[in-house]
Nanobody, 122 residues
Framework: QVQLVESGGGLVQAGGSLRLSCAAS????????IHWFRQAPGKEREFVAA????????VYADSVKGRFTISRDNAKNTVYLQMNSLKPEDTAVYYC???????????????WGKGTLVTVSS
């Protein structure tokens, strides 16, 4: 059974940092592209970042480029999202998801985690 479990969310002031983790089990982690999406209240779920199996050439949404960094540890079956210079508009539930290639659409994901809430206060 495939499981993706996010952690690391919380409340942070604007300008602060958080690091999210996504621990995967039940799948061959190293062959999957790992994605982070987020969903703010009243908005659609949107792509944030993705990392291929090698970790090279990560892809980011323009809104987080230069502030967020995605990384992965295939030995630990874990992917991370380091979020710096957080803004109130980054407030959302953050989800990790997997697919066999980088896809910026929610429709292309094979499995999803349940999400972790990030709240950025102004």
């Amino acid at each position: 059974q495939v499981q993706l479990v996010e952690s690391g969310g919380g409340l942070v002031q604007a300008g602060g940092s958080l690091r999210l983790s996504c621990a995967a089990s039940g799948l061959t982690f190293s062959v999957y592209t790992i994605h982070w999406f987020r969903q703010a209240p009243g908005k659609e779920r949107e792509f944030v970042a993705a990392s291929s199996w090698s970790g090279s050439r990560p892809v980011y949404a323009d809104s987080v480029k230069g502030r967020f960094t995605i990384s992965r540890d295939n030995a630990k079956n874990t992917v991370y999202l380091q979020m710096n210079s957080l803004k109130p508009e980054d407030t959302a539930v953050y989800y990790c998801a997997v697919a066999t290639s980088i896809v910026r659409s929610t429709a292309g994901m094979d499995y999803w985690g349940k999400g972790t809430l990030v709240t950025v206060s102004s």
